[in-house]
């Protein structure tokens, strides 16, 4: 009954038409999401299964406690943990620099996104992958914004440390080979946190983006759900842009910077780049209004 009166009152509020375009957006995920019972659920990670039943995944209220900062051994062990998750999405937006201005406001943009996706997982916890930034109240950033979705929305959290050390709070944490650049600019050499260098996904993002999760399989089913970037500066940029070519499903939520100083504009690069990309027809895309 509350499910049925959960999707009326979806309904009321977007309309016709953005329902079209979130069926269309989802429909991939719809599919995806019969997947756990048919049997991808029973894959249980190496070496995770002596600290609980992975199973299947843990449900509302449960898995906090239970998975509290494991560390991944390997890109394996990642990838056999995603795949325990009925929905697992790629959250990018503004980090230590640029911060939110508000993030209540954020998650009230996201919310449409996140009562449906409680709707589909039912009982079961979520994933949701970032880059590990710390969480902070003071300084609210994309590790803020996620520490907020665990505690409130149901969701576990994976954090791909490619630099810097892993917080208290993810659920789990995979912390990649470090890579640097030589820095020219500074004379200093840097860690490379993500987005694209010399061609290629760099840090985090070779990881987060890699081919097994964000390319369909045999029979059109990608491990990652969707990519949701809640604003996001030029390394989210790079990001965004990746997935859009490679096809992966995106959504972006436009969130105000904190330090607008910080990309010299209140939105951020990403608002101007799907600004332009909406604007060149239809898109697997759907930009929730606040
Ligand atoms: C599993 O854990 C053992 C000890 O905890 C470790 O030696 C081994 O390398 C791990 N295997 C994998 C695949 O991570
Ligand atoms: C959190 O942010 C505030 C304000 O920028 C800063 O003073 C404080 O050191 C930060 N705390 C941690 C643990 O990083």
């Keep these: 009954m509350l499910a049925v009166l959960r999707v009326l009152a979806y309904l009321c509020t977007f309309g016709t038409l953005v ?11 719809q599919l995806r999401n019969e997947i756990p019972k048919d049997g991808r659920a029973q894959q249980r990670p190496k070496n995770v299964s002596k600290h609980n039943s992975l199973q299947t995944a843990p449900k509302v209220g449960e898995g906090n406690q ?32 640029a911060q939110y201005a508000d993030v209540d406001e954020v998650i009230r943009g996201l919310l449409p996104m996140l009562q449906d996706i409680h709707y589909r997982c039912g009982e079961k916890r979520w994933l949701g992958i970032y880059g ?3 969480a902070n109240v003071t300084a609210p950033d994309l590790g803020w914004l996620m520490k907020r979705l665990q505690d409130e929305h149901g969701c576990d959290l994976l954090a791909v440390q490619a ?8 659920t789990f944490h995979f912390v990649p080979e470090r890579q640097t650049k030589y820095d020219e600019h ?3 050499t840097k860690t490379l946190y993500g987005g694209i260098h010399g061609g290629e996904l760099v840090g985090g993002s070779r990881i987060y983006l890699a081919d097994e999760l ?4 045999s029979s059109g089913i990608r491990l990652l759900t969707g990519l949701i970037s809640a604003g996001g500066g030029q390394i989210a940029l790079e990001e965004l842009r990746y997935a859009d070519e490679v096809g992966l499903p995106w959504t972006y939520v436009p969130s105000r910077a904190g330090n607008t100083q910080a990309y010299g504009s209140t ?7 799907v600004t332009d ?10 930009v929730s209004a606040r």
């Excluded at 560390?71 to 620099?97: D, H, M």
């Excluded at 939105?267 to 780049?273: A, R």
């Design 163 to 170: 630099g810097g050390e892993p917080d208290d709070h993810p």
């Design 132 to 134: 590990g930034d710390k």
């Design 267 to 273: 939105y951020g690069p990403v608002h101007n780049w």
């Design 186 to 188: 500074s004379g200093k």
């Design 277 to 286: 990309r909406l604007s060149n027809g239809p898109r697997p895309v759907l």
């Design 214 to 217: 964000v390319k369909p399989d």
């Design 19 to 29: 329902k079209n375009i979130i069926s269309y957006y989802f429909a991939p995920i």
């Design 66 to 97: 239970c998975f509290k900062r494991l560390q991944l051994s390997s890109f394996e062990e990642l990838l056999a943990v995603v795949k325990t998750y009925p929905e697992v999405y790629l959250f990018i937006g503004y980090g230590a620099r």
